[in-house]
């Protein structure tokens, strides 16, 4: 695939998306967050990127939303859908829904929310998906205390390229591996000729090790497992919180993260623990166990009457001895007693094996002296030994971890994909039961038969900013031309919003807010929303362009306006309607005009074009009381000759209720009030 080929995708990003595993597969299943793993793509770009790609697979031109009321419909629906969502990713991946004219783009979505539809939006799955992320990519591994050797310089270079994670050095000879080893806990030497060369230190001959990286640096793949350990779990819960069918061994993949500490290193191994404490603490110890022995060794002096006889004191001195040979002499049993309470507190402080004890008793030796002393070379000899075995154990701990968890990366990656996009799932089943949503019927647009237009029954607009129950469900169906007139307030503008919001939807593949919807596929969406105030002649001049455009050609467009006789004087605006009517009309388009002068459009119109009506049913306590639904074919009748009707109905019955006299008065009233009743007819 040519990835240059996909809108929106320059030479730079190709060059970024190149990297991916798949950038194929993952642009053809709108995978956001593969695509977003390259390097300097954000999710948004992704989403968008991703768009693209679908239009592509789609041959899909685009631009369904032709007007910015469309495109802010549109908007608003896809917010509510992001609402509905726990993740960022799902959020974005939402973005990649778009209304299309394209059969195979619609039914494309239509089965993936169909079974999203049947989800069970648990509030302990929405729990869970807090945790969950798109996986990051480790950062960059460095180990010190291990190192590659070699005496051939391209053998170095090979080893650098394949295990940047390692130091590599070069060596002369057998001489320099060992000066290695004193340097490094452990020497991987990648040359042959080393075999059976034994030199002080952990030093492995391994001349196939470039081949298996995972052995010789462990820590490649526990890095990717660290970084991602707590998105992992996270993954995990979902999964079972929601019975999700999972792509690994959930069980296995638990106790692999469980071994696994946040910085990259094996947890949960007492005898590492133990090795890692030893070395760590063995310096402070020995500095205590030297002041167990010296505290024991000055009380037991201070205590002890030395009695020594003058000779033995004077030979001592002609000789020069110091207080060691009075410790030998007099003291040697105390003497002896402080050393072996320093070793003991030595052992058990650090919890050392026979085999290091036997190292941590030569730290304190039996020559007497005061104060007891460490001996640095026995400490070394011990420090050496506790490092080693930490080394070596959390060497192996690390390859068994690696390979343990090594085969899981695929599948943990399919883990976290899955959950994610259940959250995808999750939104379009959660909107679907906010606004009790029904899958619509789209058929595809014939020209030879009638034009199907579009049936809404029982539907509720989503733009609405009411709770569900307060709003009344409206049945309205349109095929062709309409003028849709109605009461002020009686529900017109939202009626336009609902058929554009089910219109939105159903091109997105997606559930729309009515009982049952079925409507035509339409090319584009023209929503012009009410204009406010009359517009200044060059305004007035691109809006009537803009519709010429419309007019010309439209068959299968779907046309929504809002009041347009506000751009300009009623007379004139009622001429223009009507001539853009009749052009939509002509060209098979479907198209509903709100407006106030539907009366008038009509007899300026050269067709008999279909008025509907939102009607008020009549006046409760000065407030209207309306049906939603329009009624076809109905001019309604306006506000004000509701409210002349109501005053013309109280003053007959005011009239009827006095007496002959006092009703001179109320009956010219009646009169004025049937007068204005004549001039409605
Ligand atoms: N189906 C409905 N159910 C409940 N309330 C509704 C419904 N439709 C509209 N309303 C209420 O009526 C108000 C007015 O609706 P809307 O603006 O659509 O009327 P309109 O006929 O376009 O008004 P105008 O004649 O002033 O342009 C809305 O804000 C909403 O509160």
Known sequence: MDLESIPGVGEKTARSLSVLDDPEG???????????????????????????AIRREHDDPGGF?????????????????????????????LETLYPSARRSRIEEVQAFASEAMEREPDPAVLEALCGVEPLQQP????????????????????????????????????????????????????????????VEGDVQVEPDALENPADVVPERSLAFFARNRDRLRAAVEVHRAADLEPACDLETLTDG???????????????????????????AAT?????????????????????IEGSDLLSLVERGAGVDSLLSRELADEHAAAVEAAREHLIEALSLDPGEAELARRVFTDEPAFPVERDEDALGRLRTELTAAKERRAGRLKRELAADLADQRTDARELVRDALELDVELAIARFARDFSCTMPTVVEADARSEPVGFAIDGGRSPL??????????????????????????????????????????????????????????????????????????????????????????????????????????????????????????????????????????????????TIDGIEAVGL??????????????????????????????????????????????????????????????
């Open 620 to 681: 409760v306590d000065g407030e209207l009381e309306v049906n939603r639904s329009p009624v076809k074919d109905h001019l309604a009748r306006s506000t004000p000759e509701l409210i002349v009707e109501k005053l013309a109905d109280e003053s007959r019955g005011t009239t009827a209720a006095s007496s002959r006299n006092e009703s001179r008065n109320e009956g010219a009233e009646v009169g004025f009030y049937d007068r204005l009743l004549e001039k409605f007819d």
């Open 26 to 52: 993952a642009l053809r299943t709108g995978d956001v967050a593969a695509i977003a793993a390259a390097p300097d793509i954000s999710q948004g770009r992704a989403a968008r990127i991703a768009r693209g």
């Open 139 to 198: 950062g960059d591994v460095r180990v010190r205390e291990r190192c590659l050797a070699t005496t051939d310089a391209e053998r170095y270079a090979e080893a650098r390229e394949a295990i940047p994670e390692l130091p590599v050095e070069v060596v002369e000879d057998a001489q320099g591996l060992a000066e290695l080893a004193r340097g490094y806990a452990t020497v991987i030497a990648l040359d042959e000729s080393f075999a059976g060369v034994t």
């Open 464 to 609: 609405l900013d009411e709770p569900l129950e307060a709003i009344d469900p409206v049945d309205y169906e349109v095929s062709g031309v309409a003028l849709l007139s109605g009461v002020n307030s009686g529900g017109k503008t939202s009626t336009l919003d609902l058929v554009a919001s089910v219109v939105v939807l159903a091109h997105m593949g997606l559930p729309v807010p009515a009982e049952n919807a079925r409507l035509q596929q339409f090319d584009d969406l023209h929503y012009h929303g009410k204009t406010q105030g009359t517009l200044d002649a060059g305004a007035f001049e691109a809006t009537v362009r803009e519709f010429a455009d419309l007019a010309q050609g439209g068959e299968g467009s779907l046309v929504l306006v809002d009041e347009l006789e506000s751009i300009t004087e009623p007379g004139a605006s009622a001429k223009i309607i009507a001539g853009i009517l009749e052009a939509l009309s002509e060209n098979g388009a479907t198209a509903v005009f709100v407006s106030h002068l539907a009366g008038e459009i009509r007899e300026m119109a050269g067709f008999d074009v």
């Open 257 to 283: 993260l469980s071994r696994l500490a946040e910085d990259g290193t094996v947890a949960g191994d007492d005898e590492l623990d133990r090795l890692t404490t030893a070395a760590n603490d063995l310096d």
């Open 65 to 93: 939303l032709a007007t910015d009321r469309a495109r802010e419909v549109y908007r608003n629906v896809l917010g509510l859908l992001q609402e509905r969502t726990v993740t960022e990713y799902a959020a974005q991946r």
């Open 287 to 307: 500095g205590t166990a030297e002041s167990v022995a010296n505290d024991h060794l000055r009380e037991a002096i201070r205590e002890q009457d030395v009695t």
